[in-house]
């Protein structure tokens, strides 16, 4: 069973930082594509940030330039580095693994809140 767990969200005020982490169950992680989704209330489950399994990157276009997707194959492990954070960055942020076979997996979720 595939597992993703997702940490490092929590209360940031504007212009903060967080760095998001996602650690998963998944013996051959390095063959998947990772992504970070956000959710946030009322709105539908939206695409951050790629990245494949050979390490192309993908932003959305609130992301470029102030979050950055990276992975560590060797810890199973991808994480989202976010920086100037503003209000509408609030969400639950989700890390995805796709890309072999038809099936996709989802973590649990992390709150970020951005608030003074």
């Known amino acids: 069973q595939v597992q993703l767990v997702e940490s490092g969200g929590g209360l940031v005020q504007p212009g903060g930082s967080l760095r998001l982490s996602c650690v998963a169950s998944i013996n051959i992680f390095r063959f998947y594509d990772i992504a970070w989704y956000r959710q946030a209330p009322g709105k539908e489950r939206e695409l951050v940030a790629r990245i494949g399994s050979t390490g192309g990157i993908n932003y959305s276009d609130s992301a470029k330039g102030r979050f950055t997707i990276s992975r560590d194959n060797a810890k199973k492990a991808a994480y989202l580095q976010m920086n100037s954070l503003n209000p509408e960055d609030t969400a639950v942020y989700y890390c995805?693994?796709?890309?072999?076979?038809?099936?996709?997996?989802w973590g649990q979720g992390t709150q970020v809140t951005v608030s003074s």
């Open positions: 995805k693994a796709s890309g072999i076979g038809p099936n996709a997996y």
